[in-house]
């Protein structure tokens, strides 16, 4: 009875996913360059948002700001060297990052090596672990197993406050982000950030617990990806709806696609995104807010996408109606 609890809702999950992948993003029809470079983005803003808290940096909250421009350099490197070799459109949006963010100083670079080189050994750990054959197929056994493989690594010893405050748990989660067919979580490269949580490492609780939350964070991996893919669509026919008459060059649909990835841009960082002028960047943006799908937070803050797109996916025990 434990065993169809844990996989039914799994493979609920996973079916989803696929089923968008194969039938939705795999569409050229359905999913347009602008929408697959915008939700490429989005997951790697995702997937900096999940790094910054395994590895309990403070600041720096959006991908492309200046607060910690080391650790966000590292990280896109770290990121870059867990992708697959024919991976294109991540590698785009981590190039599109390094354009639009403002250029590091010296001392951030060899800040942002010396993260790297510090860190490397650690994911590639990670990797070898993942690729090892004698790993279960299933994706709940196969991430208890890295995790119980790592809980004490770099933990000074087995207590509660050691193996949670310093574990790989950040390298897992960069592998998921960047290699979720490793995880067997889908048959293409999907990136599920937050597959796991530093909880899962803590020395005071039993296996069961860590089973199960394991299970809630595969779950809520898997949910998280499939809405991501379901909400570039929404996005694109909103902008259609709003802005149903756009000439052929004009820029202001890519605008919007770059702004609904990121989340928020100011106008200087949205001129090298495209490239344009930064008073035409502004002029775009303004545009947008005409429409309500930007907010103008005041003098050198950025324009934030303010569209919300709630999305229900149907649920293992409650089928969708036909």
């Known amino acids: 009875m434990k065993e169809a609890s844990d996989t039914s809702p799994i ?16 569409s050229p029809a359905l999913y347009s360059a602008e ?35 080391a650790e966000r350099n590292a990280f896109l490197t770290l990121f870059e060297q867990a992708l697959p070799p024919r991976e294109k459109h991540l590698c785009l949006a981590i190039r599109t990052v390094r354009k639009v963010a403002i250029r590091p100083m010296a001392s951030e670079i060899a800040d942002a090596e010396a993260i790297v080189i510090a860190s ?8 070898s672990a993942l690729a090892q054959p004698k790993l279960s197929n299933a994706p709940l056994e196969r991430l208890l197993a890295l995790v119980d493989g ?7 010893d087995p207590d509660p406050l050691s193996a949670t405050a ?8 960069l592998a998921a982000a960047a290699r979720g067919d490793l995880f067997h979580l889908s048959e293409t490269a999907l990136p599920f950030p937050g597959l796991a949580q530093r909880r899962l490492f803590r020395a005071d609780r039993g296996a069961q ?40 060059n004009s820029r202001l649909y890519l605008a919007w696609m770059l702004l609904f990835g990121l989340g928020g841009l100011t106008p200087a ?18 545009q947008l807010e005409t429409r309500h799908l930007a907010r103008d937070q005041g003098p050198f803050a950025p324009f934030l996408c303010t569209l919300n797109i709630p999305v229900a996916m149907p649920d293992w025990r409650y089928p969708s109606p036909d």
């Open 209 to 248: 617990d860590r089973r199960s939350d394991a299970r809630e964070s595969l779950l809520e991996a898997l949910h998280a990806t499939a809405c991501d893919i379901v909400r570039l669509p929404r996005a694109a026919e909103v902008f259609v709806r709003e802005f149903p008459k756009q000439r052929t």
């Open 11 to 26: 493979a609920f999950r996973l079916g989803q996913v696929d089923a968008l992948a194969k039938t939705l993003l795999a």
């Open 35 to 69: 929408m697959r470079a915008s939700l490429a983005l989005h997951w790697l803003s995702r997937a900096w948002q999940q790094y910054r808290e395994d590895r309990a940096i403070t600041l720096g909250p959006a991908l492309i700001g200046a607060e910690c421009a």
């Open 269 to 286: 960082q949205l001129a090298r995104a495209l490239p344009a002028t930064k008073a035409g960047a502004g002029k775009l943006l303004r």
């Open 166 to 173: 310093r574990t790989p748990c950040w390298a897992i989660n």
């Open 150 to 156: 790592f809980r004490y690594s770099t933990g000074d």
């Open 120 to 127: 490397n050994d650690e994911l590639d750990r990670v990797l």
